[in-house]
Protein backbone atom coordinates (compact mmCIF):
# COMPACT_ATOMS: atom_id res chain seq x y z
CA UNK A 1 0.00 0.00 0.00
CA UNK A 2 1.52 3.41 -1.34
CA UNK A 3 0.98 6.41 1.26
CA UNK A 4 0.80 9.43 -0.72
CA UNK A 5 3.67 11.90 -0.04
CA UNK A 6 1.65 14.81 0.26
CA UNK A 7 -0.35 13.24 3.26
CA UNK A 8 2.62 11.98 5.54
CA UNK A 9 3.72 14.22 8.52
CA UNK A 10 6.96 13.76 10.60
CA UNK A 11 6.68 12.67 13.65
CA UNK A 12 9.66 12.37 16.47
CA UNK A 13 10.28 8.83 17.50
CA UNK A 14 11.50 8.52 21.11
CA UNK A 15 13.40 4.93 21.97
CA UNK A 16 12.43 3.59 25.41
CA UNK A 17 15.71 3.45 27.55
CA UNK A 18 17.37 3.12 31.01
CA UNK A 19 18.42 6.50 31.91
CA UNK A 20 20.70 7.16 34.99
CA UNK A 21 21.02 9.89 37.64
CA UNK A 22 23.89 11.76 38.83
CA UNK A 23 24.01 9.35 41.91
CA UNK A 24 23.59 5.98 39.42
CA UNK A 25 19.93 5.22 40.06
CA UNK A 26 18.66 4.27 37.15
CA UNK A 27 15.13 5.19 35.56
CA UNK A 28 12.91 4.10 32.55
CA UNK A 29 12.85 7.16 29.98
CA UNK A 30 13.19 8.05 26.41
CA UNK A 31 16.07 8.83 23.99
CA UNK A 32 15.68 10.67 20.64
CA UNK A 33 15.88 8.50 17.74
CA UNK A 34 14.94 10.39 15.03
CA UNK A 35 11.81 11.22 12.89
CA UNK A 36 9.22 8.96 11.19
CA UNK A 37 7.12 10.30 8.03
CA UNK A 38 3.97 8.38 8.79
CA UNK A 39 -0.09 9.26 8.96
CA UNK A 40 -1.83 9.48 12.07
CA UNK A 41 -5.73 8.61 12.21
CA UNK A 42 -8.11 8.17 15.20
CA UNK A 43 -8.31 3.98 15.66
CA UNK A 44 -11.10 2.39 14.97
CA UNK A 45 -13.37 -0.77 13.35
CA UNK A 46 -14.53 -3.51 14.66
CA UNK A 47 -11.41 -5.52 15.55
CA UNK A 48 -10.20 -2.52 17.41
CA UNK A 49 -12.99 -2.26 19.13
CA UNK A 50 -13.23 -5.62 20.35
CA UNK A 51 -9.01 -5.94 20.83
CA UNK A 52 -9.22 -2.42 23.20
CA UNK A 53 -12.80 -1.84 24.11
CA UNK A 54 -13.06 1.79 25.98
CA UNK A 55 -8.93 2.39 25.62
CA UNK A 56 -9.99 2.64 21.96
CA UNK A 57 -10.95 6.69 22.27
CA UNK A 58 -7.48 7.20 23.59
CA UNK A 59 -5.66 5.44 20.86
CA UNK A 60 -4.52 6.17 17.47
CA UNK A 61 -3.33 3.73 14.11
CA UNK A 62 -0.50 5.19 12.34
CA UNK A 63 0.55 3.60 8.76
CA UNK A 64 4.21 4.69 7.40
CA UNK A 65 6.09 3.11 4.45
CA UNK A 66 9.10 3.86 6.26
CA UNK A 67 10.71 0.11 6.35
CA UNK A 68 14.71 0.99 7.70
CA UNK A 69 13.62 2.88 11.17
CA UNK A 70 13.66 0.36 13.82
CA UNK A 71 10.30 0.93 15.72
CA UNK A 72 9.57 -1.56 19.23
CA UNK A 73 6.82 -1.32 21.49
CA UNK A 74 6.71 0.88 24.17
CA UNK A 75 8.85 3.61 21.82
CA UNK A 76 7.26 6.89 22.44
CA UNK A 77 6.10 9.44 19.37
CA UNK A 78 5.68 13.10 20.03
CA UNK A 79 2.39 13.50 17.88
CA UNK A 80 0.95 16.52 19.37
CA UNK A 81 3.64 17.92 22.01
CA UNK A 82 7.68 18.53 21.22
CA UNK A 83 9.44 17.50 23.78
CA UNK A 84 8.46 14.56 25.70
CA UNK A 85 6.25 11.85 23.81
CA UNK A 86 2.59 11.69 23.81
CA UNK A 87 2.09 8.49 22.49
CA UNK A 88 3.04 4.64 23.13
CA UNK A 89 3.56 1.92 20.26
CA UNK A 90 1.31 -0.74 21.71
CA UNK A 91 1.19 -2.99 18.45
CA UNK A 92 3.10 -3.44 14.84
CA UNK A 93 1.77 -4.91 12.11
CA UNK A 94 4.25 -5.07 9.48
CA UNK A 95 3.69 -5.64 5.96
CA UNK A 96 5.96 -5.89 2.90
CA UNK A 97 5.81 -2.52 1.78
CA UNK A 98 4.75 -0.44 5.34
CA UNK A 99 3.69 -1.10 8.89
CA UNK A 100 0.56 -0.20 10.73
CA UNK A 101 1.59 0.54 14.23
CA UNK A 102 -1.12 1.28 17.15
CA UNK A 103 -0.32 4.07 19.71
CA UNK A 104 -1.74 4.54 23.11
CA UNK A 105 -1.98 7.95 25.11
CA UNK A 106 0.55 8.26 27.79
Request: one cysteine or more.
Amino acid sequence: MRLRQRNLVKYKLKKRATLYDDDGTSYEGYEDAGTVKAKARPAGGKVAVEMYGEKLKYMLTMRTNDMSTSINESDGFCVYSTDEPDYKVVAIKTFTDHKIIDLEKV
